[in-house]
């Protein structure tokens, strides 16, 4: 069964039905050792307020503002080139540029912001979809489908990252006990 840690901890805690969507059904969870009480809360996305200030930021260019929203200290011509300059992940720059959060970097603390023509698109992208794999068990022979890496990942218990990685090379995964070997294929 498809049944993660977190849906057990939560519903575990609280008076509420887990429901198990592979069975159809919903459950009542108890662990012992925990007391039950109030309903499960689910934890959403935490949404920033826009950034307000009287710079002009150039068109088309990604901005790192300083902590007071006085100066620009540099123009990027995208999200990743801002995030090597802070020695960042380019995810952090995309998750909170245009928005009031200090984003803390091994530079300092900064603000990164846009125009607004080019805030609209950045906001309108929509993220990169699943992409289906197939897997090829170089032991058996059998090629199972996945709807995504991540739920080949899932499944292999092999890390996301590595499943791209010979994917992308078309090289074979070999386990490091050289007992599992793959050969993953994009559909």
């Known amino acids: 069964m498809d049944i993660s840690h977190q849906l057990i901890s939560r519903y575990s805690k609280s008076m509420d039905y887990a429901p198990i969507k592979c069975l159809g059904i919903d459950v009542d969870v108890h662990v012992k050792g925990f007391d039950k ?21 150039s068109f088309n260019k990604v901005s790192v503002l300083d902590s007071s929203l006085t100066t620009i200290l540099g123009s990027y011509p995208t999200m990743y080139a801002a995030a090597k300059w802070a020695k960042i992940r380019q995810i952090e720059v995309r998750r909170y540029i245009g928005t009031k959060y200090l984003v803390p970097t091994s530079e300092g603390k900064f603000y990164f912001d846009t125009d ?21 068990d ?12 991540t739920k080949a990942s899932q499944a292999l218990s092999i890390h996301h990252e590595f499943i791209t990685k010979h994917m992308v090379k078309k090289t074979t995964f070999i386990s490091l006990d050289n007992l599992r070997k793959y050969k993953f294929i994009v559909k």
Do not use: F, M
């Open 116 to 136: 607004d023509a080019t805030l609209e698109s950045i906001y309108k992208k929509a993220p990169n979809n699943s992409k289906p794999v197939d897997v090829l």
């Open 138 to 149: 170089l032991n058996t022979g059998v090629l199972t489908p996945y709807s995504s890496v």
């Open 37 to 57: 009480e109030g309903h499960v809360i689910h934890p959403g996305a935490k949404v920033y307020p826009r950034l307000v200030h009287d710079l002009s930021l």
